[in-house]
C-alpha cells in the first residue's frame, strides 16, 4: 500500500478512514495504534497539564483514566447510572470546579450516555466532551451517531471489540478548531501530513506529539470488517437478542437483572451482561459456567478504589453504584464467532445453576 494511502485517505468512499468518520456522524477519522493512544492524543490536543481535573465514569478502563494521567492530569469520578451502568449524568455538575478541563463519557456495552443532559451541562461550563465509544460504533442516542456528540471520540480495534485488527484504534475529531493539530500530533509533533500533501516544501517539528498512526498494514484489514458492518452489526445483534430471550424469564425469577437499552439509545450491541443479586452468586456462577467451558468473565474494577486512582484521583461521594456493580456483574460470552448452537449450550448452563 502506498504511504499516503493512509495519510490523505479519506478520498475514496470505500476507504476506512470514509468508513468511520460516516459511522461516527461525520468528524474526521485519524487511525491510530489503540483507542489508548487516541485518548492520549485527546489529552495532548485539549493542553492537560498539571493538576487539571478530568471528570469521567469510575466504571470503566484503565486507559479512560491514564491517558489524562500522563499529562499530570487529576481524575474526578462520578458514579453511574445503576440501568446502564453509563456516567450518572446528575452528578456531574457537582463535580465541576475551576479545574475542570473536560468531561469524558463512556457508552457502557454500546448503549450511549444520556447526551443531551451531558452536552447541556458542557455547554454550560464551556468544558469539551470526550467520547470514549470503544464500545459503541454504530451505536445511537436519539437517531445521532454514537461519537458525534464530543469534541473528540475515541474507538477501539482490540481484538475484544466488535471490529478488530488485534490492536487498533481511532480519533474522531469533530471540532473544526483540532483538526490540524490532532494530525501533527499524531505524527511526532511535525507537519509532516502538510507537507505529504503539497501545502508545505519541507517538513519539520512544530509542537508536541508522538507517533499515533496506525500501521498501513493494519489499515486493509479494518477496511474488509468495516464493509460488512450491517452483517457483523446484525450477527452481535442476533446474538445479544438470544440472551434476552433465553434467559428474561429465569433472570427475573432468580432476582438477576439483564441489560437496559433506554427508548432513546440503538444498541452497539458490544456485550451482553448479568447484574446476580450478590457477589457470592456472582462468584459461583462464574466457576459454574468457566467449569463447563463457557468463558464469562467479570469486568471493571472501580478505578477510584483502584492503587493509581486512589492516589492521583478523587471521587465524587464513593462511587457506590459502581462498587456494587463491579462486584456483580457477569459477561456472557459475546463474539462474532458465537453460533446459535454453543451459546444455547450457554443458556442451558446458566439455567441449570440453581435451576
Ligand atoms: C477497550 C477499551 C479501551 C482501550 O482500547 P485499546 O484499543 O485496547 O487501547 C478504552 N476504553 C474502553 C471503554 C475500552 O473498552
Redesign the pocket.
Known sequence: MEETGVVIAGTNKEDAVSLLAEASGGGRALLT???????EMSALLLDIEPGDEVIMPSF?????ASAFVLRGGVPVFVDIRPDTLNIDESQIEQAITDRTKAIVV?H?AGVGCEMDAICRIAEKHKLPVIE????GLFGKYRGKALGSFGSLA?????H??NFSTG???ALIVNDPDLMDRAEIIRDKGTNRSRFLKGMEEKYTWVDLGSSFLMSDLLVPVLEEQLRRADEIQAKRKAIWDRYASGLGEWAEEKGVSLPFVPEECESAW?LHYMQMPDHESRGELLDHLNERGHRATFHYLPLDRSPVGEKVGRSIDGCPVTQSVSSRLLRLPFHNGLEAEEQGRIVEAVKEWRG
Open positions: 495504534p489503540s483507542c489508548t493512544a487516541a485518548l470503566t478502563f484503565v486507559s479512560t463512556v457502557y470514549d465509544n470503544a464500545h475515541t474507538l477501539s480495534f482490540h475484544t471489540k490492536e487498533g484504534g458490544h
